[in-house]
């Protein structure tokens, strides 16, 4: 089932540097068996979870061993497919380990790790050429909303970010503000759709109507389970990246479940 653009909305959790190994495979079964409790239906609203890397192979292999109908990925990925790169982890490894998406250019990554839009679109070509999807983060600092307005840093991110990429290609946007993110203080469902039909006509220029109309574009920023509702109401919010709250089962799977909430 999909939304009426056609496109499948997709909840993905980002643990960050939570959750070892062995607490990963106790929260996603909880998390699957919750959800097919509660009769959720895997295939209208795509579930993905995305652990520390030394989480993956043990997610792997519990998905895979207990078919679970859950999606999982990379929280980074490295530009380079192999060599002298102490601490990186390259697309062929991640791809290794059956991960589906990979998030890139995370806003954590942008100023922590000073990564810049060069080095996001060298890695958005790092997952294109490895099989995985990746999950392109932009989004505006409060000094850039003021001074800029509030789409012209995320879609210059995004711009930045499809450099490399000429052909139609399997990629997901995450509209994440800067100032929503673990603030408590999410942007309006207003703010966020004002955002994501930009991106969507950045898309639309840059790649074409098709790829455009089939990409779905997340919000993420203080998603919580009682203002899922309002962005999911939106015609160009397909999902959401969630932090947080993607940690805590029964709000993660609320989250998930938005379209039994009161008034969907
Ligand atoms: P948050 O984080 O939900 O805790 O605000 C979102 C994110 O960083 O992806």
Redesign the pocket.
Known sequence: MTDGAGRTPLIAG?W?MNLDHLQAIAFVQKLAWSLKDARHDFAAVEVAVFPPFTDLRSVQTLIAADKLPLEYGAQDISEHDSGAYTGEVSGALISALECRYVLIG???RRTLHAETDEQVAAKVDAALRNDLVPII?VGETSEDLEKHGPSAVPVAQLRAALAGVTTAADIVV?Y?PVW????GQAATPDQAEQVAAQLRSTLAELLGADVAGKTRILY????KANNIAGFMREPNVDGA??????LDLTEFASIVRFRNHVGV
């Open positions: 980002n960050k995370h806003s954590e983060c995450a994440e929503a993110i673990g603030s993420g920023g203080s998603v990246l969630v932090g947080g709250a993607s």
